[in-house]
């Protein structure tokens, strides 16, 4: 049952007794009581309500009676004699249709009637698509160049610590013309509060479970952005010679149709910008030149690779576009 926002909710039912009955709203508020009424006379029934008919009315000393209904005449016989009817049933209950003489038959008798269909303005559940593997987005006809700011894509863009990645992909993700967003790895990494397992403590089987959940974590949002329309960006520092942490599981998580991009600036860039890091996303000099050094395996991979040494976000973002038209055209092999 509802109620008006604001209005007192009706007593609690007694035990043995059912739902309170003859409950209004006026008998909760604390004013006083209505025009002509008697101090600590019971409050008046409202009309309609169980009871109201039967209850007399209280009497104030020194007042005449009111007079009674006036007698009503007994039925006169008619010509032909009626069965007596069905008993009377319990207050509270509703009739037996077999006592009512009535019996339903049909559908109505065992289902109840059917809900009307919500409002407009009614929030309720929606039903979503569900997230599938991601397919390949096709190519234009002909010799027409894609257009990458009004297609649904899934990107991953790759590249080593200080590269650019998540301040790229998340300009790339806002001034798309279509609905765009952007997950991080090392952002879904860093959701595990107490027990994280920094990689830079080492890498052990702790820390690769952790990566392995990220990754199938970001995977299943990512698929599930697309299903329903929404592109999808993901960033993460994925090792050529590594493949246990490598492109395969991103493919298996997304699906055929994630289009992998390489970041690689130079190694001055990646350590000027890993300096300007705080926490424990700063790492050391010698891991960052080795992890830049690993991920120029990607030379030679198929993958196109972007070299942003020279380029500022705006510029890279704009650049990512032609390189994913051009990847749409003709998909690598991965």
């Not at 890993?274 to 424990?280: L, Y």
């Amino acid at each position: 049952m509802q109620h008006a926002v604001g209005s007192p909710l009706p007593p609690p039912p007694q035990p043995g007794h059912g739902p309170a009955t003859g409950w209004t709203p006026a008998a909760h508020h604390p004013s006083g009581p209505p025009p002509g009424a008697v101090p600590g006379s019971p409050p008046p029934l409202v009309p309609g309500a169980p009871g109201a008919s039967h209850a007399p009315a209280p009497h104030v000393p020194g007042a005449p009676h009111a007079p009674g209904p006036a007698p009503q005449a007994p039925h006169a016989p008619g010509p032909t004699s009626h069965a007596p009817g069905p008993a009377p049933h319990a207050p509270g209950h509703a009739p037996h249709p077999a006592a009512t003489g009535h019996a339903q038959t049909g559908p109505a008798a065992h289902h109840a009637p059917v809900a009307p269909p919500p409002a407009r303005d009614t929030t309720g559940h929606i039903q979503l698509p569900p997230g599938g593997p991601v397919a390949m987005p096709s190519p234009p006809p002909g010799t027409a160049r894609a257009d990458t700011g009004s297609t649904t894509l899934a990107v991953l863009l790759i590249g080593p610590a200080g590269a650019g990645k998540t301040s790229v992909a998340k300009f790339w993700a806002e001034h798309r013309r279509v609905p765009t967003s952007h997950i991080s790895l090392d952002d879904v990494r860093e959701w595990v509060r107490s027990g994280f397992a920094d990689p830079q403590s080492g890498w052990n089987d702790h820390s690769e479970a952790q990566y392995r959940l990220a990754r199938r974590t970001c995977g299943f949002a990512a698929r599930n952005f697309l299903a329903n329309g929404i592109s999808c960006i993901l960033d993460d520092a994925v090792f050529p010679d590594r493949p246990v942490v490598g492109l395969g599981g991103w493919k298996r998580h997304v699906g055929p149709g994630l289009l992998p991009v390489v970041l690689l600036p130079g190694l001055e860039v990646v350590l000027e910008r890993n300096a300007q890091r705080s926490g424990n996303r700063r790492l050391t000099d010698d891991e960052v030149a080795r992890i830049h050094g690993r991920m120029a395996g990607w030379y030679g991979s198929g993958l196109p690779i972007i070299d942003n040494s020279q380029l500022d976000v705006p510029a890279t973002a704009r650049l990512l576009d032609d390189v994913l038209a051009r990847a749409i055209a003709s998909p690598p092999q991965w």
